[in-house]
């Protein structure tokens, strides 16, 4: 899918913005896609080299389907260089086009055997195995199972739109600015993340966001301000929004782990702009990992980590609902 034949069996990808032009029996930037003879193969497909049952709570996604467990998956690839990725074995240093071969129809019937509520499209981009993917979510819609993604967003505006059709949430990335992107990621130019996030809003799905805070790197008040005022100003107030804790990984081995009072300011700071559902992640026992009522402050879901310990949707003291989307599965628990 998304790629146009050039002359002398040349291909141009235009699955994400990275446009690659990928010449006969090689490969593009992601490193998953390839061209055998003028056509762009997924060599992906069908190739899980990761998978697990998570709760929802862990891509995070705080007000989507609270509660529920999702079968979570990936293959290897990306199409960023992230310097502190955490999952780097999976997305970055792979020799081969590795993974149990799982087909999609045997990936749903997986999710339902293990009584899941849904599956995720996690642990490396979902954008560079887009028709694995696209694939497995057309049929767990169909078997009444929802479809989540954690994204980069580095993802093209047909593509969003095509996939939009069988996704009910995301989680995307906002990493930090365009020097930041430059110099951490290997992303050029960061309109079109930010152009397939406004994408995603306009097709209806659910949206949250995450920003791993580094050292140094983009946790400054500006830096974390820029953040705030775009998701408000385009993805509205109500945006869930998840500042976490950097630990030292891959390239980033000698930056130190975000202290506390870095993430909490920047908490403050969404907060202090009018965003109502802000989080801190990768502290586990945190009081901000629960949520609050936006109104009066009350204290209306618990949270340890990932499990809910308590759940309450509207305030008993002020009477305000909080937004959660997706069906409730706090039955479950
Ligand atoms: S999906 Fe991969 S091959 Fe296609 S443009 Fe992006 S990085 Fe290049």
Known sequence: MFYRELENKRVRCELCPRGCIIANNTTGFCRVRKNVNGILYSLNYGKAAAIAIDPIEKKPLFHFAPGSQCLSFATVGCNLRCKFCQNWQLSQEFDEVYGEEIEPEHMVELAMENGVEGIA?????????????????????????????????????????????????????????????????????????????????????WIETTTLIIPGYNDSKEAIENIVLWIKKNLGESTPIHFSAFHPDYKLMDIRSTPLHILERAY???????????YIGNVFGHKNESTYCWKCGNLLIKRYGFHIVSYNERCNACGEEIRIAGKKWMKAR
Request: charged fraction near 25%; glycine fraction near 6%; aromatic fraction near 16%.
């Open 121 to 205: 499209y996690t642990y490396t981009e979902p954008t560079i195995f887009y028709e694995y993917a696209y694939d497995v979510m057309r049929l767990a819609k169909k078997n009444g199972l929802y479809n989540v993604w954690v994204s980069n967003g580095y993802t093209n505006k047909d593509a969003v739109k095509r996939v939009s059709k069988y996704m009910d949430a995301i989680n995307v990335d906002i990493k930090g600015d365009e020097r930041f992107y430059r110099t951490m990621a290997m992303v050029p130019d960061i309109r079109p993340i930010f152009n397939a996030l406004k994408e995603y809003k306009e097709c209806g799905v």
């Open 268 to 278: 403050s700071i969404a907060k202090n702009m009018g965003m109502r559902y802000v």
